[in-house]
């Protein structure tokens, strides 16, 4: 198990030196010329040539990388020119915990919808709930959640007033405040995945349910609840986290439009002003921060499979 | 010589009937899928003969007004025909769906094809490539493509295609590698059959299904990041009739003039449940690596 997980940490290092090259190219490959952006139209030779060497633009690429690098790693990523604001403060301490916090909170509600819905739909096959499931599945996972965020401000946040329709509050400053602020973007990300995850729950527990120790377990007398809570579902436990962990992607997707729309300050509104105001140290800041932690998060996905499934722990 | 041409081309039909309709239509909700994007794809191609208005005609006068017998579904607040905007934005979106995929195929099975059939040091810098691209998510990718292209329609072409490269290449080489093992590649080299030929007439056709249906299920996830980096103001620039634009344009105005958003907002969903469909049934009926949803 061990080797194995070196192996797998050595992957993901060269995967993240890949991303950190990627950013690092991003912003040679940004149109216009740094220093004069930083310069403003006035400025003289002198001073030009000063500030490139400053940078560090004299330098050969290869240089400049190993310096943004070890920047990069020291927390060092630079101030805005528009707000002026530490980059690293802005993206890490402020952007961050708001995407974070609001992908946990819509995955909380997909799951905690979702499987019931799942089992539900598994259980009774082919009766309304079953339609319901199926309906959802489809439903939500094409659904624009823009559109979808637009529809619940106007329902619930304009027409009857029982949310605030933006803004984000910090549920580790005020938690009530907070979870009131978040339910409306925390349910448009999140049905997104509760489809996915009935979707999954159906499919899998009717696999499981066919296998020979839900028959023993329901010949010694088990009661119908145990039999599914805890011999069915453990072993949905395994496609449900890869089905979460591939759509990775999609709830980030998801994320950056739902920020926009209700005006959450999370890491989405972050590269989204970014790109509108051409500030490409903050995109490069967001992009390596995003592809950071999509490789992490793939990892843990990848980690959690040894704990939930035993037989994955012994095989060599 | 014609006839044997002829020959050769009903032979063709009817096996391409066989291989690829057959499958799918027995797919009943792939069907529906189908059935609505055809709908969509005709309105697209005669948007010019069924609109009513130019699509980006304003009429200040007329701004904010609901559903009536001059504007069929309402006008937006620079007085724009929704209706007329609402079948060019279809042309706009299935337009860059379509191509950004298709771009992103042919170089994605480009490079996914030199990797798995070159091997050596070749593979190993052309798969890190991929590795760093897939390291990112999507729309972050088009996102950073955006920044640095700069906006417009074609851009956003380039930029989603070159988002969909990674996916493409990755699994091009996978499937590359598992035919390159195969006993009647090894027969055509040991026949003297030239490399391309053997490229293009024994390993194309085998990696070329499951190919396909990933490009079909890519085609919705182009259409939503195209609508939704429109909508955030970094995609397709106003007043293109575009119907992530439209959305954002409707979004001030949802409790006065709901149908400025919900017109296209619903035909973006309908029009996305069609593709997913689809997308589905392609891959449930071509598919050989997954199992059907039991």
Request: no cysteine.
């Amino acid at each position: 198990m061990w080797q194995a997980t070196f192996t797998k940490l050595g992957q993901t290092l060269l995967v993240l030196l890949l991303v950190s090259v990627a950013s690092f190219s991003f912003l040679k490959l940004a149109p216009g010329d740094p220093v004069t952006i930083m310069l403003g139209s006035d400025y003289s030779k002198a001073s030009y040539d000063q500030l490139t060497q400053e940078l560090g633009l004299d330098q050969p690429v290869i240089v400049q990388y190993g310096h943004w690098l070890a920047n990069f790693v020291r927390g060092d990523w630079g101030t805005s020119y528009i707000t002026n604001q530490n980059i690293f403060e802005l993206a890490v301490f402020q952007a961050l915990p708001v995407t974070l916090t609001l992908a946990a909170f819509s995955l909380l509600i997909a799951l905690v919808i979702g499987i019931p819905t799942g089992v539900m739909a598994a259980l009774y096959r082919n009766s309304w709930v079953d339609v319901l499931a199926t309906t959802l599945a489809i439903g939500g996972n094409a659904f624009p959640s823009f559109y979808l965020g637009i529809i619940l401000i106007w329902v619930f946040g304009v027409g009857l007033g029982w949310f605030p329709t933006l803004g984000f509050v910090a549920p580790w400053d005020d938690f009530w405040q907070g979870m009131w602020h978040l339910a409306l973007p925390a349910i448009t990300l999140g049905a997104w995945y509760v489809g996915l995850i009935a979707r999954i729950t159906r499919s899998s527990l009717l696999e499981v349910m066919g296998q020979p120790y839900i028959l023993a377990a329901k010949a010694r007398g088990e009661p119908g609840w145990r039999v599914v809570w805890v011999h069915g579902m453990r072993n949905v436990l395994m496609p449900l986290i890869t089905v979460i962990g591939l759509q990775l992607g999609g709830m980030l997707r998801g994320a950056v439009m739902t920020e926009v729309v209700f005006s959450l300050p999370g890491l989405g509104m972050m590269i989204t002003s970014a790109v509108l105001n051409r500030e490409y140290i903050v995109i490069q800041a967001g992009i390596m921060l995003t592809g950071v932690l999509f490789v992490v998060l793939n990892l843990m996905v990848d980690q959690t499979y040894q704990f939930l499934d035993p037989r994955l722990r012994r095989r060599k | 010589m014609s006839h044997a041409l002829d020959l050769s081309a009903s032979f063709q039909a009817s096996s391409w009937r066989r291989r690829f309709l057959q499958p799918l239509m027995r797919q009943r909700s792939a069907v529906v899928g189908l059935v609505i994007i055809l709908a969509y794809v005709l309105a697209a191609v005669f948007a010019p003969w069924l609109a009513t208005h130019n699509p980006t005609a304003q009429d200040l006068g007329a701004a904010l007004q609901g559903p009536s017998a001059a504007h069929w579904l309402g006008t937006d607040s620079f007085g724009q025909d929704l209706y007329s905007r609402l079948l060019y934005g279809a042309q706009l979106a299935l337009i860059i769906g379509f191509a950004s995929v298709a771009l992103g195929l042919v170089a994605g099975v480009a490079i996914g094809l030199a990797a798995g059939l070159i091997g050596g040091r070749t593979e190993w810098v052309l798969m890190r490539i991929v590795d760093g691209l897939l390291a990112f998510p999507e729309l972050i990718l088009a996102m950073a493509f955006m920044a640095v292209l700069g906006l417009g329609t074609e851009n956003l072409v380039y930029a989603l295609a070159l988002s969909f490269v990674g996916p493409f290449a990755r699994m091009t080489r996978g499937d590359v590698l598992q035919v390159k093992s195969q006993p009647f590649i090894e027969a055509a080299r040991l026949m003297g059959v030239p490399t391309l030929a053997i490229i293009w007439r024994h390993v194309l056709p085998n990696v070329v299904s499951p190919i396909l249906v990933q490009a079909g299920m890519r085609v919705s996830i182009a259409i939503l990041l195209e609508s939704g980096l429109s909508f955030l103001g970094i995609g397709v620039v106003p007043p293109t009739p575009d119907w992530g634009l439209m959305i954002a344009e409707g979004r001030g105005f949802i409790t006065i003039a709901p149908w400025i958003s919900g017109v296209p907002g619903v035909a973006l969903a309908i029009l996305l449940v069609a593709l997913n469909l689809l997308g589905d049934g392609l891959r449930d009926a071509f598919d050989p690596n997954t199992q059907k949803d039991a």
